[in-house]
Structure formats: structure tokens, C-alpha cells
């Protein structure tokens, strides 16, 4: 698998980036994904990331891309994750404000579900975007913010 690691999922996106991950560094977790696994993560990439990139024309910070269902489980998120199918990201775009990000990907991408998560108004650098792209499903470009006062529905600040 390590020579898989350098494929080219995109103009600017390798598989590498798509799955680094410290905690599974950390803790030995093999994060390798399967084909299909691949698949997904080079749509996720030409359909919403090189996107972004290419209209933002700066670098794409991935935070979370590919959980294998180990690392998943250890980081506590739902084995029902798109992480990990590898249609999800959790991004940042570093000075943009991650509201901005999040509403130009609501209006001109097709995307699963778009997640602000965390965000606080007036600190551009705060959470991040949580965003999926299906391949065997049609995406239903659902909307929502995730705080510590719940989950709501569309981009609430």
C-alpha cells in the first residue's frame, strides 16, 4: 500500500493526504483504504476539494479524510460515517473564513451533506467543514450547523 500512497486523486489531492492521520499513527491503526474506498475519495476530490481549491487558488487543509472503521471507532464517531466509505472531508481553507467556505460550497457545489461545525461568528479560523460526496446515492446538498447548544438545520451562526 505504501506505493499507493503518492496516487494523484485530483489536479492537487493524493491518496496521502487523504488519509494521514496522527491517531492512527499513534496508535498502529492500518488506515489503508480498499478500492472502492479510493473511488469515492477521488470523487470527493474532482467533485467538491479541487473545486474549492481551484476557485479559492490556495491550499485545501484536510483535516479528516479516510477513517478506516478502527480509526473511526477510536476517534468515537458512528460506524455509519461517511469517512468511512471515503466520501467525507472535515477542511479548512487556512485565512478564509469557514462560513464563507461553507455557504460558496452550498451555492455552487453538489455535495451530501455540508456540516459547520463548531464555528464561532467573528473568528474566521474556528471549526471547520464537514462536507460528503455520494457516489451510489443522489446527494441531497443537506445543510447544517453543529455547535455545543446541537445540530440545526441549515448555516446558523
Known amino acids: 500500500m505504501e506505493h499507493l500512497k503518492n496516487i494523484r486523486l485530483s489536479t ?74 471515503g466520501e467525507a472531508g472535515d477542511i479548512e481553507v487556512p485565512g478564509l473564513d469557514n462560513y464563507v467556505l461553507a455557504m460558496w460550497i452550498r451555492d455552487h457545489l453538489e455535495f451530501d451533506k455540508l456540516i459547520l461545525e463548531y464555528y464561532e461568528d467573528n473568528i474566521s479560523s474556528s471549526g471547520w467543514i464537514h462536507v460528503s460526496y455520494s457516489t451510489k446515492n443522489p446527494n441531497r446538498n443537506q445543510v447544517l450547523t453543529i455547535n455545543h447548544k446541537g445540530t440545526f438545520p441549515g448555516l446558523i451562526i
Open 12 to 85: 492537487n489531492f493524493t491518496l496521502k493526504e487523504m488519509i494521514k492521520s496522527s491517531t492512527a499513527l499513534r496508535c498502529e491503526i492500518d488506515n489503508s483504504p480498499n478500492k472502492l474506498e479510493i473511488l469515492n475519495l477521488t470523487a470527493l476530490c474532482n467533485k467538491i476539494l479541487q473545486p474549492v481549491r481551484d476557485h479559492y487558488q490556495r491550499i485545501v487543509s484536510v483535516n479528516s479524510g479516510f477513517r478506516c472503521i478502527e480509526l473511526n471507532t477510536k476517534l468515537g464517531s458512528k460506524p455509519s460515517s461517511s469517512h468511512v466509505q
